[in-house]
């Protein structure tokens, strides 16, 4: 079975659960919570640069003197796996961020965008991978392992799903010229850059990644820990590694973790290993693909705009000429993502 379908769960939670978090007795703590609680007083601003096993790493004062790392956990009234890394938060309690101190998150502030997968396509259970990230870095080798299009493709979906920009950023091109792969793109409005660790496009990366969340997706060997550390050298991640040799089940090496650039913050997504898109609406696809959107306007109620849809107002459009040659690659790009969901 290929990892696409490599079903994984998060185990994250699933080994540390809220009997395992032992609150300190909090004397305000006991009165009934309603949903239009008054927001607790003093509380500070964080933003949850990674979570492992029920603790969060927070972020506080970002850019100001007062600046400083937390360690958290998660208030009992907060759902099990309400918070994920990106993610900004409320914090109480011990904000010091002393050696040994722990803050309360209570509350977690509205998000800009959310990337979730399924476990599977059949699966509308979704997981979040990452709040709040607005750019999506998809590292492709052009060679070792072979680039799949229908793997970016699925990367493609999530991203026009929760509203971020793709970036698509082939590695190893000292290995093989990835123009061929790349034709399969070629309709889409689409960044591409071309990486080697012999001469890293760093200059090009840091200015796409400047003022910029960039959640970093790409299956195992692809280089994305070799791209990460020569963006953020003290990330440290390890390398070398083609097999995965995490085992199912010990995920907590392999979480996802945001890293900070001069301006901006990449987040590596190691254990992000299955993709599923059972939790997807096709129209959000259709939404990022805005001048065929607005033929569709046209279409019949429920039309799936797939090739054999009949009356599609785009289809016509195609099958009167009036699509244009780039018209053309961008509607067989809409149809094979929307045959990813089919
Ligand atoms: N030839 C060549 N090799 C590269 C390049 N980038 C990375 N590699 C090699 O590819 C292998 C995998 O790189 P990693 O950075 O560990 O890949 P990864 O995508 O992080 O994989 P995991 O750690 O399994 O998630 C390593 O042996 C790297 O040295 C490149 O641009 N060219
Ligand atoms: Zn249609």
Redesign the pocket.
């Known amino acids: 079975m290929s990892w696409l379908s490599d079903v994984e769960d998060d185990g994250e939670y699933s080994e540390y659960d809220e009997s395992s978090v032992r609150q300190r007795p909090n004397p305000k703590g006991n009165k009934p919570r309603t949903k239009t609680r008054p927001e607790h007083k003093d509380s500070q601003t964080g933003r949850v640069y990674a979570v492992d096993r029920g603790r969060f790493s927070v972020l506080t004062g970002e850019g100001t003197p007062e600046e400083r790392t937390l360690t958290a956990t998660k208030a009992r009234e907060l759902p099990r796996g309400s918070i994920v890394t990106g993610d900004f938060v409320d914090l109480v309690g011990d904000t010091t961020g002393d050696e040994g101190s722990l803050a309360r998150i209570v509350s977690v502030q509205e998000r800009s965008s959310l990337l979730r997968r399924s476990a599977d396509d059949t699966d509308s259970v979704e997981r979040i991978i990452v709040a709040n990230a607005d750019q999506m870095l998809i590292?492709v080798a052009a060679a070792n392992p072979e680039p799949r299009p229908r793997l970016v493709d699925r990367y493609l979906v999530a991203a026009y799903d929760a509203g971020i920009t793709p970036i698509l950023c082939l590695?190893?091109?000292?290995?093989q010229d990835p123009e061929e792969f790349l034709a399969n793109f070629a309709g889409l409005e689409l960044r591409v850059v071309r990486?080697?660790?012999?001469d890293f496009p760093l200059d090009e990366l840091r200015a796409l990644l400047d003022h910029h969340t960039t959640v970093a997706v790409?299956h195992?060997?692809?280089?994305?820990?070799?791209?990460v550390n020569a963006l953020v050298p003290e990330a440290k991640?390890?390398?070398?590694?083609?097999n995965?040799v995490t085992g199912r089940g010990r995920h907590t090496s392999s979480s996802t973790v945001s890293y900070r650039l001069d301006s901006g913050w990449i987040v590596d997504t190691?254990g992000v290993r299955s993709f599923g898109l059972g939790h997807v609406d096709p129209d959000n696809i259709l939404r990022s693909f805005g001048d065929l959107a607005r033929i569709a306007e046209e279409c019949p109620r429920g039309c799936t705009h797939l090739p054999d849809a009949p009356d599609c107002a785009i289809n016509e459009a195609a099958e009167r000429g009036e699509l244009g040659a780039i018209g053309m690659l961008r509607l067989d790009s809409l149809q094979r993502l929307l045959t990813t969901l089919a």
């Open positions: 590292v590695t190893k091109t000292d290995l990486s080697t660790s012999l790409g195992s060997g692809v280089g994305k820990s070799t791209l991640r390890a390398t070398g590694r083609v995965d190691p």
